[in-house]
């Protein structure tokens, strides 16, 4: 699959952005590894290094952190609702906690303003503004350097942060063994590299992906507009920063029928999707996580609109064939 120059430059500036608190944040897609809801953590001692809790990852075990700590900012108490960045480096894999990821999103390099005076301790070290919205980007590397220094316990106790509760309790452990299945799976397998990024998401009650390299942005809450005289499998056009984009409604385009279950509360959640220099909102029913499988687990090249499949933790998803989906006869891509 070819892609243009402008295409290359915006994956560069592509950012996954979360709200910690009352404000946004984001880290560059290329250092993510995995979303996941928040596990039953460790706490073999009084952990230094502004760290929170200690989880075990493909055989390794990382440091989670909340930024907050080091940004001397207030931490409110977590949740089962809470989610983990996992992060890396070119040396260091760890978690960053957030209470939600808000989605996926291209960062214009004209709308990103460096702070000056940073040094190597400083974590942030741009702000991207864009319509009156302002979101923090996180250098890990600074974080990085952080972890390696020995700096003195917090003061206050961590662990009376997280939930204590019987039925949270359970849905931490129940996690973090579906993790420790999958680490051991992949050390007995040697499956630790050699793995392809994808962006799960539901269609009724079915999990699909999408290869990120595909994804240009994500989205959770979109305004669609209906253009009277289009397929009924075009949902409507959306506004994406003054550009117009065709919002493909992927259940009927596929032609999967539909359930009566209730998804969870998301409004109009979109895909943005890039392919041979056109792009379409996928619209779906829930998004779900990024991670990584190993190349090994994906099966089959089907020619249709599903390429391949696989299995991960019982669980099986199936991958869209997206150029597929691109040069389908019934879509007309035109510029608006």
């Not at 039953?40 to 989670?64: E, H, M």
């Not at 949740?79 to 214009?108: A, C």
């Not at 662990?159 to 204590?164: E, I």
């Not at 452990?173 to 499956?191: A, D, I, P, Q, Y």
């Amino acid at each position: 699959m070819m892609y243009g120059e402008n295409y290359i430059e915006q994956k560069k500036n592509t950012h996954l952005y979360f709200m910690l608190g009352n404000s946004k944040y984001a880290v560059n897609t290329s250092n993510v590894l995995e979303i996941m809801k928040l596990p039953k953590l460790d706490y073999p001692q009084k952990l230094p290094n502004n760290i929170i809790g200690l989880l075990k990852y493909n055989n390794f075990v990382i440091n989670i952190i909340d930024i907050r700590f080091y940004l001397d900012i207030d931490v409110s108490e977590y949740n089962v609702n809470n989610e983990l960045l996992i992060v890396k480096t070119d040396e260091t894999i760890f978690g960053i906690i957030t209470d939600r990821v808000l989605g996926i999103m291209p960062f214009e390099s004209s709308d990103i303003d460096t702070i000056p005076f940073v040094d190597n301790k400083t974590i942030i070290d741009s702000i991207y503004k864009h319509n009156q919205e302002t979101v923090f980007i996180i250098n890990i590397y600074s974080i990085e350097n952080r972890l390696k220094q020995t700096i003195k316990p917090l003061d206050i106790d961590v662990q009376a942060l997280f939930p204590k509760d019987e039925h949270s309790l359970s849905v931490m452990n129940s996690r973090t063994n579906e993790l420790t299945k999958k680490s051991n799976f992949s050390f007995m397998s040697g499956e630790l590299h050699t793995k392809k990024k994808l962006i799960s998401f539901n269609i009724n009650d079915d999990l699909y992906c999408i290869p990120l390299d595909c994804v240009k942005e994500v989205l959770k809450d979109t305004t669609i507009t209906n253009v009277p005289g289009t397929p009924d499998f075009i949902e409507g056009i959306m506004n994406l920063r003054g550009d117009y984009i065709t919002v493909l409604n992927i259940k009927k385009f596929i032609g999967i029928h539909k359930t009566d279950k209730k998804q969870d509360a998301e409004k109009n959640p979109v895909i943005i999707v890039s392919c041979n220099d056109m792009e379409l909102a996928f619209l779906i029913d829930k998004i779900n996580e990024l991670f990584e499988v190993p190349e090994e687990k994906i099966i089959g090249s089907g020619e249709g609109y599903f390429s391949n499949e696989f299995i991960l933790n019982n669980i099986p998803y199936t991958i869209l064939n997206v150029e597929k989906i691109f040069t389908d006869k019934r879509i007309v891509v035109t510029d608006m």
